[in-house]
């Protein structure tokens, strides 16, 4: 769950946002038929199974259209839920039901998704040591909906931004000239407190990326074999991450070179919505 401060900071402008966008001036239809304030309620209804993630994010929509909505929940972020079953019910004011809907169930469908598709994913590394992790590639303004949802699914959160940690790619090593210089020059500007990552292409520049002292090198596509020797000439020295061509048929044999993590950007870009609906709103008399 995402915590009430960190809600209101962080999360209720991204959602007014999104609200403003979709109500520029009114909700036409809703003011037609609802000229007048009227408490209802609505059943949330999942419509296939999956795990249920950003049931706050929904309430929260509610709550910023009618302050005094509420949202009383038959499951919690991270259960299973099965295609049928009542998700939860929400009150409130008719009219902030009927304009919020579309807003509060695409943040809950997109949601639920990611943490579907990473549950089958963390599945998969049951039992291995590499850590699923997700990556930059995320929807614009749903990024911190999307990585919550992906610790919802029993994945974990690689840097939040450019400004969370040092991640030295192809084209930073361009920049700098090679990959010692890079980490050197990194090493030298960045606070102590941050880890040193670099991308690596070849077992030269796996080498290199030793020599020079990187916290984790990462072994961008590389084959399951070329992964494994990487793993042997790092030695411990440094932690590794697989990033790249990351399918979830492949996750077990990745897994068993020894790898430290699996970067997936499928987690975020490519994962389908999870299928709820709000149906039979009844007015409270």
Do not use: W
């Not at 943490?115 to 998969?124: G, S």
Request: proline share 2%; glycine share 8%.
């Amino acid at each position: 769950m995402l915590n009430g401060v960190t809600m209101k900071i962080n999360v209720d402008t991204y959602i007014l946002n999104t609200l403003k966008e979709d109500i520029t001036s009114e909700d036409v239809s809703t003011n037609a038929v609802m000229p007048e304030d009227k408490q209802g309620r609505a059943e949330l209804i999942c419509k296939q199974d999956g795990i249920v993630c950003g049931l706050d994010v929904f309430e929260r929509t509610f709550y910023l259209l009618d302050k005094n909505s509420r949202f009383e929940a038959n499951f919690k972020d991270g259960d299973t839920v099965k295609k049928g079953e009542i998700i939860g019910v929400i009150y409130g004011d008719i009219k902030a039901l009927l304009s919020g809907e579309r807003t509060a169930l695409n943040y809950l469908q997109r949601m639920s998704g990611i943490a579907t598709l990473t549950r089958k994913y963390a599945d998969e590394l049951k039992g291995y040591k590499t850590v699923l992790l997700d990556t930059r590639k995320t929807t614009p303004n749903m990024r911190p909906f999307e990585k919550h949802a992906v610790r919802v699914g029993g994945g974990t959160n690689h840097r939040y931004n450019l400004s969370d940690g040092v991640l030295l790619k192809d084209n930073h090593i361009g920049a700098a000239g090679s990959i010692t210089k890079a980490i050197e020059m990194a090493r030298a500007y960045a606070p102590f407190v941050r880890k040193i990552e670099i991308e690596t292409e070849t077992l030269a520049q796996v080498e290199e990326a030793v020599n020079a002292g990187a916290d984790i090198i990462m072994l961008d596509n590389m084959d399951n074999e070329t992964m494994k020797k990487a793993v042997e000439l790092i030695g411990g020295r440094a932690q590794s991450e697989c990033s790249g061509n990351v399918s979830i048929e492949r996750l077990k044999s990745i897994a068993e070179t020894g790898v430290d993590f699996v970067s997936v950007g499928a987690l975020t870009h490519s994962a389908p919505i999870m299928d709820v609906s709000l149906k039979n709103l009844k007015p409270i008399e």
